[in-house]
Every structure is written in C-alpha cells, then in structure tokens.
C-alpha cells in the first residue's frame, strides 16, 4: 500500500513559496517555505524539490523534510560546502516572491510500531529524526523507549539545543557522540537492552549508514528491524 502512495503522491507537484533562509550553524543552512493546507507527511518522509527561479541542468533533488506537518512550514536544513553544487547555489540565490516546486512527500522512513527505537544520526542525517520528536512532542503521548544517538565531530551539534529542550519534555533520551568507537558502544547497550525487539533508523552520509548498517547486522539485527536514510551531499 505504501508503494503506491508513494507513486501517486510522486507525481503531486505543488509551488512552495520561499519564506526565509539563515545559516544554521558552519556550512549549514535552512530554507523555509509555505505549506498548503492540503500538504501533509509523515515526519521522516522526504520530499523531490526542483529549483523553478533559475535554468539549471540538475534541478531536482530529494530531501529530507526536516519540519513536521503541524508547524506549518515545510523546512529544508542541509550542508552547503564552500563549492556549492549548481543546484545549491540557486537555493542560496532564493528571494521574496521565489517558489520551489515539491513532489511527494514519500519513503518509508518513519515511525510506526510502538516499539524499542533507536535512532542513528550522522552529521546533516539529524534532520529526520528533529521532525520525528517533534512529532513525538506535538502528539503528547510517550513513544516506548526512544533513544537518539547523534554522532557528529563538530560542536556544537546541529539543533542541540532544540534536542536538549524536546528532551525534557518528551520520553526520548539524547546522547551526542563525536567518536565512532562511542556509537559502536552506545549501539551495543541498546542492542543489550532491547533484545530482539528494537528497531533501528539510521540516516547520514553513505559511509555512517553503511558502516552503521554492517554493525547492526553483524550484531544479528535483523535487516527488516533496520530503516535507513542515506544522504549523498549532493
């Protein structure tokens, strides 16, 4: 069923009007745009957007929806090095008036069962899981166990304080992590602790998630127990 919603839902294209841009922190910036009021997802999803303000070759890509459905905007947060791809550079160039086209939402990378979860996160693949416990919050209801491990060589790590505040007022529990060995031991307290029952999203650059999806499974996690979001920098 989630197969062909997500075919009917990829050739939905709406106009997204641009609201406002900022840096977030060292290379990394979020776009906001209008939502309708018939746009909705699920916090995880992502969505295809292509650039209409400007003629260039690549100009659709897909991202992450980093906002959830209630806020009302929909939220771009993503890394932009110092030789920004064609396609960044026209998102940076977005100004009042400008629109963005948005097929989808779609994908698989959400929560669904009220089960043991661990969420994964590598540098920019924070993005998903901000949307999903804002869900969490916005739901008032506590998800059973939810634990984010963030791993991230830079600090501070992108929406700390956003994470630290969701944190008290929700069941999940935040760790930040800057040393892969530190996920691996973090990984193996879950593993310990939820048995044959956790799941497992992983989002992050294509090395984190595969190295983090290899781990997984050589500690016999199931590949149906593990979700992934990879990220491609693009």
């Not at 190295?211 to 996690?221: G, S, V």
Request: with cysteine; net charge neutral.
């Amino acid at each position: 069923m989630a197969f062909f919603q997500d075919m009917v839902s990829i050739f939905k294209k709406r106009e997204l009007p641009f609201i406002e841009s900022f840096q977030q922190s060292a290379g990394v910036y979020t776009f906001r745009f209008e939502k309708a009021e018939d746009v909705t997802w699920k916090a995880g999803q992502h969505g295809l957007f292509t650039i209409t303000h400007q003629k260039i070759k690549d100009h659709t890509r897909p991202f992450t929806i980093a906002s959830f459905p209630e806020e009302g905007i929909i939220q771009l947060t993503m890394k932009v090095s110092e030789q920004p791809s064609e396609f960044k550079k026209a998102i940076l160039s977005l100004e009042d008036g400008d629109t963005i086209k948005m097929a989808g939402p779609v994908g698989s990378f959400y929560l669904k069962e009220n089960t043991p979860t661990v969420l994964i996160a590598g540098g920019i693949g924070i993005t998903p899981f901000r949307s999903m416990i804002k869900q969490i919050e916005a739901d008032h209801h506590s998800h059973t166990q939810v634990q984010l491990l963030y791993l991230e060589s830079t600090k501070p790590h992108l929406f700390q304080e956003e994470l630290d505040d969701l944190a008290k007022k929700t069941s999940v529990q935040v760790t930040y992590l800057d040393q892969r060995d530190d996920l691996n031991k973090a990984l193996d307290k879950c593993i310990s602790s939820y048995s044959n029952n956790g799941r497992f999203f992983v989002a992050g650059p294509k090395s984190m998630v595969a190295a983090t999806t290899t781990y997984l499974q050589n500690q016999n996690i199931r590949k149906r127990h593990i979700k992934k979001d990879t990220f491609y920098g693009y």
